[in-house]
């Protein structure tokens, strides 16, 4: 960025980038012009409805983690002697308003690369609007452990499966030290205004209150997502037990829950892996830790598989390019949606994921499954309610998983399925978590709560249940489930039951964590 004459401004275009720690957008901007000009847009696109089936793109849940993300970003610039400008409009319309409001200085674009079409279609318009007015552009790369540059192979040859990936970059590769941030930042030049951020409203989202039996009980932000890191890892030592918790259904320790900090950019993936490395020298390594970064490394999977092959995740063959036949049955959809198909442990994390804008992962595992290989339905419509839904969506681990449970996307085993009854009796043998989400089925004890259709009348009486009144009948039955019929499964559930959803802690979670 160097140069002379006229005062040098960096814009720096911040999106799924919210935090000041390991931001190279920052760094190099600080580092190397006279004014500093962070900006987040709010684009209208991101509030519209999802591409095939118009659910809204950013539900309440994730509006109200990125308000508050934005916000705390804008409290800890602030601090630093800077401020965050913040518009409501296109970032290709906003920015090069920026830039021509800039009289007098020769400006300069900075930002985070993404991976998927939306988002590289945006940077390219805004590309061609701000070279008009003669923006010299330093794009940069920021989101995932690995740097892309750092791969053991080019990005048309990464490994068409995760192992093979995973031990050529753990083999190969190193993860980069995150950046030393400097202790304040140069100020944005004097006559921009920061602006104001939006309410809900303005984005046209409709608040929803929190509820108070959510698994994930934090604020959007930097400031939380360092605590929270803190407090798993330092404060609890939960981390030395993750991956015998991380099937959990209940409470907000089963799992990391780092994927909603992570999907926003709030918290850096190097930062991370930095202080589960200390957590390993200082205090103990172990399966559990390792698994975290095993993890994350599913993240950047996903992330260069989504370059790699393109718009293919998004098509209904998925990357495979597998023909299939998908059903758009939408009155079968909305009993899944809603968490009203009669299959209690389905409802369970439907609602809670309604209710919440958060699932675990083994949730997100089984409702996929029964989505897909039980109702027979259309990937896309889970894959879209998802990213309307969930706090910590990322567009590559979403739709990389999706493809991954339908059949389609890049994994040698087909056929899987899940069996919703040995699910529910391995991860939820007493029934507690069902009975958190399903308060109608609360009076039936013990496992009887996953198979209601199969108790007597008289039991459903006395518990206060009415099938096709209080609670609906399925809408299937599967025949493997009669093996596992009000089956009291004893002890711990093993974490290796069943297919395992790739990524899922650090988003499908999102990422899971």
């Known amino acids: 960025m160097a140069g002379r004459g006229n005062p040098r401004v960096a814009i720096c275009w911040l999106r799924n980038d919210l935090r000041y720690h390991d931001n190279e957008i920052l760094l190099k901007a600080n580092s190397n012009v006279d004014k500093v000009l962070p900006v987040y847009c709010f684009d209208p696109c991101h509030f519209k409805g999802t591409y095939h089936f118009d659910f809204p793109k950013t539900g309440p849940h994730r509006a109200k983690f990125l308000l508050e993300s934005v916000a705390d970003l804008r409290n800890t610039l602030r601090k630093k002697g800077s401020d965050l400008v913040v518009r409501l409009g296109q970032p290709e319309n906003i920015l090069p308003l920026l830039v021509k409001s800039l009289t007098d200085h020769e400006c300069h674009l900075v930002y985070q690369e993404e991976v998927t079409k939306e988002e590289t279609d945006v940077e390219k318009r805004v590309k061609e609007n701000c070279h008009q007015h003669g923006v010299q552009i330093h794009p940069l790369w920021g989101m995932t452990l690995y740097h892309k540059a750092d791969l053991p192979f080019p990005i048309t040859r990464v490994p068409d499966t995760y192992t093979n990936f995973r031990k050529a970059v753990e083999a190969q590769s190193r993860v980069r030290a995150p950046v030393v941030m400097p202790d304040c930042l140069k100020p944005l030049p ?99 830790t390792y698994w975290v970064l095993f993890e994350m490394i599913w993240r950047d999977y996903f992330k260069f598989v989504c370059m790699k092959f393109g718009d293919r995740v998004f098509y209904p063959s998925g990357i495979m390019g597998k023909r299939l036949k998908w059903k758009q049955d939408h009155d079968m959809f909305e009993k899944w949606k809603e968490g009203r198909t009669g299959v209690p442990f389905v409802d369970a994390n439907m609602r809670e994921l309604r209710e919440t804008g958060w699932m675990s992962n083994r949730g997100r595992q089984n409702v996929a499954s029964f989505l897909i290989k039980d109702m ?138």
């Not at 509820?211 to 360092?226: D, I």
Request: some cysteine; aromatic content about 12%.
């Open 376 to 513: 027979g339905l259309d990937w896309r419509l889970g894959a879209e309610w998802f990213e309307s839904q969930l706090m910590d969506h990322d567009v590559c681990s979403n739709y990389g998983n999706w493809n991954y449970a339908a059949g389609i996307g890049n994994d040698p085993r087909e056929n899987r399925k899940f069996n919703m009854i040995k699910q529910a009796f391995d991860y939820d043998p007493e029934g507690n978590f069902v009975r958190c989400w399903v308060p109608e089925l609360a009076g039936l004890r013990g496992g009887l709560i996953h198979t209601p259709w199969k108790l007597s009348s008289s039991q459903l009486s006395s518990a206060g249940v009415s099938l096709g009144e209080t609670y609906p009948h399925p809408i299937l039955v599967a025949p493997e489930w009669s093996r596992h019929q009000q089956k009291g499964t004893q002890g711990k559930a093993s974490s290796s039951k069943g297919p395992r959803q790739r990524g899922i802690d650090f988003y499908f979670k999102s990422p899971k964590m």
């Open 190 to 288: 004097s006559d921009v205004d920061p602006g104001q951020l939006p309410s809900l409203a303005q984005l046209g989202v409709k608040e929803q209150p929190t509820n108070k039996r959510t698994a994930f009980p934090y604020s959007g932000g930097e400031s939380h997502g360092l605590n929270h890191v803190k407090q798993y890892l330092w404060e609890t030592d939960n981390v030395a037990t993750y991956k015998e918790t991380r099937n959990g259904l209940l409470g907000s320790e089963y799992s990391t829950k780092f994927s909603p900090w992570l999907a926003h950019g709030c918290l850096s993936p190097r930062y991370i892996q930095a202080e589960v490395a200390r957590y390993e020298k200082e205090r103990q390594a172990n399966q559990s």
